[in-house]
C-alpha cells in the first residue's frame, strides 16, 4: 500500500478502493466482450465446418448394412473415414435405443481426436439420426447430416403392419406410425445451426407417401426435382452413384452446397 493511500482519512480510502474495484471489473467485462466478438463457431462449441471428421452411417429399419456398406466404399474412395454403425435387433428395436448407439460411436470418434463427425442416415436410421441430434447435443458434435429417404412424419406401411397383426409392428414399426408420440416430438425439425440435406425419391414405395422426408429446417431435395429422369426405389437410394455423387459433395470441405443438375452425369 502506497503512503499517499495510508495518509488519507478512512472514508476516503474506502472510496478510493471502491472505485478501484469498479475499474477492475469493467476491465474485465470489456475483455470477455472483446474475447467473445472474436470467436467463431468451433470456439463456441460448434463444429468447424472445414474441417472434414469421420463419416457415420446408420442403417433403417431391418438394420441391412450392405446398401450403406456401398456407399461407405464410396466416401472411402475420397480418402474419408466411413463406418456402417451396427443396431441391435436388427433395427428392429426402440429408435431410442438405437440413437444411444449412435451417440455411443459418436462419443467414441470425438474421443480418439477427430473435430467432429458427419452422420448418414438411412431411412428409419435418418430418423435415429434426428432423435440423436435433439435429444443428444447433436449440433454440437455433427458437422453436418445427410438423411436419405427418411420417414421423418411416418409412413403408411408401419400402419398396415400394426393392423395386420401386432406381431408384425415391433417397437421401431409403431414408432414409425404416422402421428406416433415419438414422431410428434420430433416435429420441430432440425436442430439450429446444424446443416441437414434430407435426400428422397418420388419412386419410395417404402416411405410412403415419399414426402414423409421432408424435416423443417433441412435442405429438402427430391432426386427427381434436381434429376428428373432418375427412377430409384427405396432401397436404390444408398447404391445409387447419383445419390453418392449428391452426399459426397455435400459433406465436402466446402459449404454444404444444393444438389444440382451436374450430379445427374455421375
Known sequence: MTIWY??????RRRFVAGVALLAVAAACVL???????GRDSSSAGYPPQGRPGPVLLVPGYGGSTAGLEVLARRIRATGRAARVIRLPGYGTDSLIRDSGVLNRAVNSALRGGAPSVDVIGYSAGGVTALLWAREDGGDRKARRVITLGSPFHGTTLATAAQGFASSACPAAC??????????AGL????PARLPWLSLWTTDDKTVTPPASARLAG???VPIQSVCPRQRLGHSQLPTSPVVAAMVIRAIGPGPMARPG??????
Open 187 to 190: 416435429a420441430a425439425g432440425v
Open 261 to 266: 443438375s451436374a450430379d445427374c452425369g455421375t
Open 31 to 37: 475483455t470477455v466482450a472483446i474475447l467473445g466478438r
Open 174 to 183: 409403431t414408432q414409425l406410425i404416422p402421428g406416433s408420440h415419438l414422431l
Open 6 to 11: 495510508r495518509g488519507l482519512p478512512a472514508r
Open 218 to 220: 433441412a435442405v429438402d
